[in-house]
């Protein structure tokens, strides 16, 4: 069932290394009305990584069964959710981004109305030169991430804007905010 309203539901995507949050971050900083979604992730609450909400599986199961999450995924060994209260928000004319995982595109897709997805790109010298510097992996962790930066998205997506963040990240935000323009938004 797709949400109704007027909300943007931006959905950036990328590969490890790409600066997804730090894109979010900035475009925040510069648009401080749009809305970062927080993700339920089963991780440490101590773990390096972006700002989430920290669970341990049991409570991130209950949470699923009990209808909880707007989404909810697996990747590299971790179970990720998008908290229900998104969608109300959505509901209420918000425009809202969200670090999704490719998996999950055609659901977003098909559960939300207004779906853009923001594909980051950058070359994969700079992305491991990026995963080196973040510390989080040892080189043959890395060696993966990078083998699976080429993946395409799934096909049936309706929006969808490439946009490569190897450069200054105020670039990156820029090409962003002017595809955000009302004009651009049936591109």
């Known amino acids: 069932?797709?949400?109704?309203?007027?909300?943007?539901?931006?959905?950036?995507?990328?590969?490890?290394?790409?600066?997804?949050?730090s894109v979010m971050a900035a475009l925040v900083t510069v648009k401080p009305e749009i809305g970062i979604v927080r993700r339920v992730i089963t991780r440490g609450?101590?773990?390096?990584?972006?700002?989430?909400i920290s669970v341990d599986g049991a409570t991130f199961e209950t949470m699923a069964n009990e209808g909880r999450f707007l989404l909810h995924w697996e990747a590299h060994g971790l179970?990720?959710?998008?908290?229900?209260?998104?969608?109300h928000e959505l509901q209420a004319g918000q425009t809202l981004l969200v670090n999704l995982s490719r998996s999950v595109l055609l659901e977003a897709q098909?559960?939300?109305?207004?779906?853009?997805?923001?594909?980051?790109?950058?070359?994969?010298?700079?992305?491991?030169?990026?995963?080196?510097?973040?510390?989080?992996?040892?080189?043959a962790a890395i060696e993966k991430r990078l083998a699976r930066a080429e993946r395409a998205l799934?096909?049936?997506?309706?929006h969808v804007?490439?946009?490569?963040?190897a450069g200054a990240l105020s670039n990156t935000v820029q090409t962003i905010l002017d595809l955000l323009q009302p004009e651009s938004a049936l591109r």
């Open 154 to 158: 799934p096909d049936g997506l309706q």
């Open 79 to 87: 179970r990720y959710g998008i908290p229900i209260q998104a969608r």
């Open 45 to 52: 609450s101590g773990e390096i990584g972006e700002e989430s």
């Open 1 to 21: 069932m797709s949400t109704t309203g007027s909300g943007r539901f931006l959905a950036v995507v990328g590969p490890s290394g790409v600066g997804k949050d």
């Open 161 to 165: 804007w490439e946009v490569s963040n």
């Open 110 to 139: 098909a559960r939300v109305a207004h779906l853009t997805v923001i594909k980051l790109t950058a070359p994969s010298g700079v992305l491991a030169e990026r995963l080196v510097q973040r510390g989080r992996e040892n080189a």
